[in-house]
């Protein structure tokens, strides 16, 4: 594909962008995640553009990087390979004081280029093109902080942040990295146990949110492209979602033109929804793609 030197050198710059933390080996990790080493970072970018869909990434189905993270603060990344599954693992770097992370795509090209980072001490962090930028302090004060990219047609993404009374907030993105000031969403969030969300999955081409509630009902909140009202009423999406103890999205994973969502099982199984677009229904029956994904004490 003709975008492979791009995904070449966005996994060059992730993996160069540890600054003052110590670089690791890449080991594998897509059917199983702690199968042996085989492939580095450009074997994997390679492998990964000669093996994707025909569809290019966009803002309603972007092309980001599964990351996963061991207690130790040792980070890997895992690349889409394009047909539903993913690349051997990369070792990126060890950052034993982040809390989480969360993948943007700063100029809404559809890759991911850059993250925001919330350290143990509340501080957040923008890193882009190999570097670290103080952003922010007191972000301890938020429980949840993802990127569904952009919710008002703005020419940058969208952070949401929940705080710990279950109020949603918004925060716009800046090009330089900062944030505006933040504007509330709605509250009662606090009956979630899980939030994500990444592009669209109605076909609308607006970003989209999937929620789940401590019922293990998985709701589906429709993005409106109006900035003062960003979600229309929440859609039941199904039951018995209880049955995993994470939920991530990454965007297209299997190159089709669609968001997809991905689940982990507390034994480690790493399955794939797979978007169709349909606001009915916005995903296909689930298929495993990987184990050993219980050695990582958070996705994104």
């Given at each position: 594909m003709t975008q492979s030197p791009r995904r070449a050198r966005a996994l060059s710059r992730l993996v160069t962008s540890a600054i003052a933390v110590a670089l690791v080996g890449a080991t594998a990790?897509?059917?199983?995640?702690?199968?042996?080493?085989?492939t580095g970072p450009a074997g994997n970018a390679a492998r990964s553009?000669?093996?994707?869909?025909?569809?290019?990434?966009?803002?309603?189905?972007?092309?980001?990087?599964?990351?996963?993270?061991?207690?130790?603060?040792?980070?890997?990344?895992?690349?889409?390979?394009?047909?539903?599954?993913?690349?051997?693992?990369?070792?990126?770097?060890?950052?034993?004081?982040?809390r989480y992370e969360v993948s943007?795509?700063?100029?809404?090209?559809?890759?991911q280029d850059g993250a925001y980072q919330v350290m143990d001490d509340g501080t957040l962090n923008l890193w882009r093109g190999g570097r670290l930028k103080k952003v922010a302090?007191?972000?301890?004060?938020?429980?949840?902080?993802f990127s569904?990219?952009?919710?008002?047609?703005?020419?940058?993404?969208?952070?949401?942040?929940?705080?710990?009374?279950?109020?949603l907030w918004r925060f716009q993105t800046k090009a330089d990295g900062t944030l505006a000031p933040r504007v509330k969403v709605s509250s009662g969030w606090d009956q979630f146990t899980q939030i994500t969300g990444k592009g669209d999955l109605t076909g609308d081409g607006k970003s989209d949110v999937v929620a789940r509630d401590k019922r293990g009902v998985l709701w589906l909140y429709k993005g409106t492209g109006d900035p003062r009202k960003p979600?229309?009423?929440?859609?039941?999406?199904?039951?018995?979602?209880?049955?995993?103890?994470?939920?991530?999205?990454?965007?297209?994973?299997?190159?089709d033109?669609?968001?997809?969502?991905?689940?982990?099982?507390?034994?480690g199984?790493?399955?794939?929804?797979?978007?169709?677009?349909?606001?009915?229904a916005p995903f296909e029956s689930r298929a495993k793609i990987g184990t050993g994904f219980n050695q990582y004490r958070d996705l994104f």
């Open positions: 990790g897509t059917a199983m995640a702690d199968a042996p080493a085989t553009a000669a093996t994707a869909g025909q569809h290019k990434p966009t803002p309603a189905a972007p092309f980001f990087f599964l990351t996963g993270i061991l207690s130790s603060g040792q980070m890997y990344v895992y690349m889409p390979d394009g047909k539903g599954g993913f690349d051997d693992r990369s070792g990126v770097a060890v950052w034993p004081h982040l943007i795509d700063p100029d809404l090209t559809g890759w302090t007191g972000w301890g004060r938020y429980n949840v902080t569904p990219g952009t919710l008002a047609h703005a020419k940058h993404p969208d952070l949401l942040v929940r705080d710990k009374q279950g109020a979600f229309a009423p929440r859609v039941k999406v199904g039951s018995g979602w209880n049955q995993f103890n994470k939920l991530v999205a990454t965007g297209d994973v299997d190159g033109g669609h968001s997809d969502l991905l689940a982990r099982d507390p034994k199984n790493l399955w794939l929804y797979k978007g169709n677009g349909k606001a009915a």
